[in-house]
């Protein structure tokens, strides 16, 4: 049975065998075991009979292992069952990445540990870094090995504390060397293929940004946690705002230079606002994406009613330190109609947070350049008319009863006008209202009639509150339309991942996925899955509605190669690659699980 809180997980990571992970693990436990008298066994640690690791040994409790039969061969496993029965409060368990033998209850070691956390038993573990699954490709890319045993990288988001075992290539050398690494294979051979100089500082390289990508991720849960909104400039992270616009790819390039300089992270934000691009904006705006993903970005993808909320959203939740923005193309009275420049209220609400503004290359166009800013239409031409048809009628009745009625009242029937049409037609109508009927009611009603000369002072006010009663009211209706469009937008996003969860088997989910993608992007979609042997299937999953052409395999087969996204399948298609095994395990684990490349089974050297 589940406990109610989850216990603690422990994980001792290096970059390469040999650095010294057991024999920390070991040293640490038995200091809390003499120092806090905490009740440790070993459920499974090997030594590989280097006599320092083997001293350690002595004073703890080893749960026996159990034997398992396999292939006319005795093999020792850990014993899950009888860990469980004893119940220790810390179990130490070397080997995360283990694969057991045939038979076993689970086919990896680390599914036993998250057994034994359920179970309320806090883990010790071990594992070098060439085994997550989001490393595990780019360690063949650089050393050659393809490494069959892996752990999804969502077992670093269950750990709560990760110790970084580091040892120097020159000093891991030289240890395997004298024989303290293995003892029974051949050095020679080793210290020529993986334990290459450049090997080893790759992976240390990686471990080490691994752990760090940890620790930042606990720091942003602490902020969350406590709603610090201010930034802490621990480390340096980019933010670079991407959009339709021409620009964003030179933004793009710039960040992804400053940032290999800084050697920090970044993000790309893209903030999506509740408002339909065109096709070609829409098209800019997949390639922006797609590079900035190419280049190694962070993607993220907010709503909000305002870019500037939605970038500094972003930044704060994110602890991002710097800003990268475009040094607007746009004329002063263009600013001026948008509410003020973009890169001044940036800057306005970023406090603490540096902002970076660099010059855009002009965009190659054919068009002249106009200095009058674009119109955002927010209400259809037929609301335009339907306001005028509106004030002309109520006009034709006020000259109607204007014998019985005096020209105020007149006035407050067309104030009330103005502000109904603000409120259900929106604000440009209302504006359109306001003018109209400001002009019939100065010219026909107040005296003196037909001219615009006007007596008193009150009725001065009046025709000025139309205008400032149709900005208010039409700006506030704007503002709630827009609203309801975010939640509509937020709403849909939220019932298609629902519809997604929802499904019991694995071909409902990809019809489910296809129908949701196709809502999404507009366009047809075609999934290939993963075979046993590491292939791409030769036809696309039943529930695909593209109709797939030999083009589009040879793209799609491309793409599944190099483990990367092609920008001719963007218009067309989309792959999609899924280990469900163990995203099945996983949810039955009731734990998240975040899709990871297919597993690679092959030999380790």
């Keep these: 049975m589940q406990t109610a809180q989850r216990a603690k997980l422990k994980i001792y990571l290096g970059m390469a065998a040999g650095v010294g992970k057991t024999f920390a693990m070991l040293d640490d436990a038995r200091e809390a075991k003499r120092a806090d008298g905490v009740d440790v066994v070993i459920g ?43 119940q220790p409060a810390l179990v130490l368990v070397d080997d995360l990445a283990h694969s057991n033998a045939p038979g076993s209850r689970h086919p990896q070691r680390y599914q036993d540990v998250l ?80 334990f290459r100089i450049g090997n080893l500082t790759a992976l240390r390289e990686m471990a080490l940004r691994l752990t760090a990508e940890r620790v930042d991720q606990q720091l942003q849960d602490y902020r969350q946690l406590k709603q610090i909104t201010t930034p802490w400039k621990a480390g340096d992270r980019l933010l670079v705002a991407v959009s339709p616009s021409p620009l964003s790819e030179r933004l793009i390039r710039w ?76 004329s002063r009275l263009q600013d001026f109609v948008r509410g003020g420049s973009i890169v001044n209220r940036l800057i306005e609400a970023s406090g603490a947070i540096d902002v970076y503004v660099v010059t855009g290359d002009e965009p190659e166009s054919s068009a002249p350049r106009t200095f009058v800013p674009p119109v955002e239409r927010h209400s259809a031409l037929r609301h335009y008319l339907i306001a005028f048809a509106i004030v002309v009628l109520i006009t034709v009745v006020s000259i109607w009863l204007s014998p019985i009625i005096e020209y105020q009242a007149v006035g407050l029937i067309d104030l009330l006008v103005v502000l109904l049409i603000a409120a259900y037609l929106g604000r440009g109508p209302a504006i359109l209202a306001a003018t109209v009927s400001a002009v019939t009611w100065g010219y026909l009603f107040m005296p003196p009639r037909n001219t615009f000369t006007a007596v008193n002072i009150e009725d001065v006010i009046v ?139 092959a030999p380790l050297p």
């Excluded at 703890?60 to 020792?76: D, H, N, Q």
């Excluded at 504390?161 to 024989?179: C, F, K, M, N, T």
């Excluded at 934000?269 to 408002?275: A, F, G, I, S, T």
Aim: charged fraction near 25%.
């Design 463 to 601: 025709l000025g509150l139309y205008f400032v009663i149709a900005l208010f009211v039409g700006n506030f209706t704007a503002k709630i339309r827009q609203g309801e469009r975010q939640a509509r937008l937020y709403a849909e996003r939220t019932l298609a991942l629902y519809h997604l969860s929802r499904q019991p088997s694995v071909t409902d989910v990809l019809r489910s996925a296809v129908d949701e993608i196709e809502r999404a992007f507009n366009a047809e979609v075609a999934i290939f899955l993963t075979l046993p042997d590491d292939m791409l299937a030769l036809e696309a999953h039943p529930a695909s509605t593209l109709r797939v052409t030999e083009r589009h395999f040879s793209i799609a087969k491309w793409a599944f190669g190099i483990g990367q996204a092609c920008r001719a399948l963007h218009r067309h298609a989309l792959t999609i690659r899924r280990d469900f095994s163990a995203a099945d395990h996983l949810r039955r684990q009731g734990r998240r699980h975040r899709p990871q490349a297919p597993r690679r089974n």
């Design 115 to 194: 057994e034994l956390l359920d179970a309320g038993i806090d883990v010790w573990t071990t594992v070098n870094v060439q085994h997550f699954d989001s490393r595990a490709d780019t360690v063949q890319t650089i050393t050659g090995v393809r490494v069959s045993e892996r752990v999804p990288d969502s077992i670093l988001e269950l750990a709560d504390q990760i110790e970084l075992v580091d040892l120097s290539p020159e000093d891991l050398r030289a240890r395997l060397l004298e024989g303290k690494v293995y003892t029974s294979e051949p050095v020679e051979t080793a210290i020529k293929t993986f």
């Design 255 to 330: 960040t992804r230079r400053m940032a290999y300089n800084m050697e920090a992270p970044w993000i790309a934000v893209n903030v999506e606002l509740p408002r339909r691009l065109s096709p070609v904006d829409r098209e800019r705006l997949i390639r922006n994406v797609a590079l900035a993903r190419e280049f190694g970005a962070e993607v993220v993808t907010t709503i909000a009613g305002d870019v500037i909320a939605g970038l500094m959203r972003v930044a704060h939740e994110r602890n991002v330190t710097q800003i990268v923005v475009g040094k607007p193309a746009h």
């Design 44 to 86: 499974w640690v090997e030594t590989h009979n280097r006599p320092e690791t083997d001293n350690l040994l002595a004073g703890f409790e080893i749960v026996p292992y159990r034997a398992v039969s396999g292939g006319g061969v005795i093999l020792a496993e850990m014993d899950l069952d009888a860990i469980l029965a004893r």
